[in-house]
C-alpha cells in the first residue's frame, strides 16, 4: 500500500514507522528497502482487501499520471459497509482500476457493481505476441460505407478484404470479393482510430464488461475494446494514452 494512517493523517511510507491501514484498521508496518518502492505492509498476514493486487511498477507508472490525492482510495458503501480500495478516485467519482493479474467474470461483475462509475485500463504486455491488429476501418456507420462489409480477418489470411451489397443478391452464399487496398485512401479520410483485431487466448473476461476497456500494450497509446458499427463485431479503436489520462482527470465516464 501506499498509504496508511499516520496520526490520522494520510501519509506515504516512512522508514521506521508504524501506521493504520485506512480499510481494515489493523497496524501495518512502513517498508522502506533499496529494492521495492516504499509501501506499507501489514504487520499480520492479513486479507483486508481481497481484490488488491501487489503493486508493479506498470502500476505505480499509471498512478502517478494524477494527483496523489486520487490514488489509492478507500470506496465506501454506506448502504453495505463495504470498502475496497480504488487505484484512482477522481474528485467527481470516477474510478479507474489498473489491472495486471487475470480476474474472473464473478470478480468482474462484483467490481463494477461495487464501483459502479468505473474505467478499466489492462496490462497488454503480458499478452501482445498473442495480439494482431489489422488494417484502418472508417468511423462506424458512415453513410458512404452503407454498402461495403468488411470480413473479419485473420492472422492466416494476409489480405484483407471485403464485399459490397449492391453487387451481390440478399443472402448470398458466394460473393465478388474486393482487397481493401481498393478503398485505403477512402478509409483514411474516415479514419478515427479503428481497427479489428486477432486475439489468440484471449482473456475473454473483458467481454463481458458492461465498462470501457483499454489495453496497454506499452508506448504512447492505449486501445479500446469496443463493437464496430451495426455489424457488431469486435474491434479496437486507438487513443492517445496522453489524450486519456487528460480525458480522466476531467472525469468524464
Not at 522502506?32 to 509501501?39: A, L, Q
Not at 467527481?92 to 464473478?106: A, D, K, R, T, Y
Amino acid at each position: 500500500m501506499k498509504f496508511a494512517l499516520v496520526n490520522n493523517q494520510r501519509t506515504t511510507p516512512i522508514p521506521h514507522t508504524k501506521g493504520v491501514c485506512e480499510i481494515c484498521d489493523e497496524e501495518v508496518i512502513s517498508k522502506c528497502g533499496p529494492i521495492r518502492p516504499w509501501h506499507w505492509s501489514h504487520k499480520a498476514n492479513s486479507n483486508c482487501d481481497p481484490w488488491w493486487e501487489n503493486e508493479t511498477p506498470w502500476h505505480k507508472e499509471w498512478k502517478s499520471n494524477y494527483p496523489e490525492q486520487w490514488q489509492e482510495v478507500v470506496h465506501h458503501d454506506e448502504v453495505t459497509g463495504e470498502k475496497h480500495v480504488a487505484d484512482v478516485k477522481t474528485e467527481n467519482g470516477l474510478i479507474i482500476e489498473f489491472q495486471n493479474s487475470p480476474l474472473s467474470v464473478s470478480e468482474l461483475i462484483s467490481r463494477e457493481r461495487f464501483y459502479k462509475k468505473i474505467i478499466w485500463v489492462i496490462n497488454g504486455t503480458k499478452f501482445i505476441l498473442n495480439f494482431s491488429i489489422f488494417h484502418k476501418l472508417p468511423v462506424p456507420d458512415l453513410s458512404i460505407f452503407e454498402d461495403i462489409v468488411f470480413n473479419y480477418p485473420s492472422r492466416h489470411h494476409s489480405i484483407e478484404t471485403f464485399y459490397k451489397k449492391s453487387e451481390n443478391p440478399p443472402n448470398p452464399t458466394m460473393v465478388q470479393i474486393h482487397v481493401i487496398q481498393e478503398i485505403e485512401n477512402l478509409i483514411a479520410q474516415h479514419y478515427q482510430g479503428h481497427h479489428f483485431f486477432e486475439w489468440v487466448k484471449p482473456r475473454s473476461v473483458w467481454f463481458n464488461s458492461e465498462k470501457s476497456v483499454y489495453i496497454d500494450f506499452g508506448g504512447d497509446v492505449l486501445w479500446f475494446l469496443q463493437k464496430y458499427g451495426k455489424s457488431g463485431l469486435p474491434c479496437i479503436q486507438r487513443v492517445c494514452k496522453n489524450y486519456f489520462i487528460a480525458d480522466t482527470k476531467r472525469a468524464i465516464s
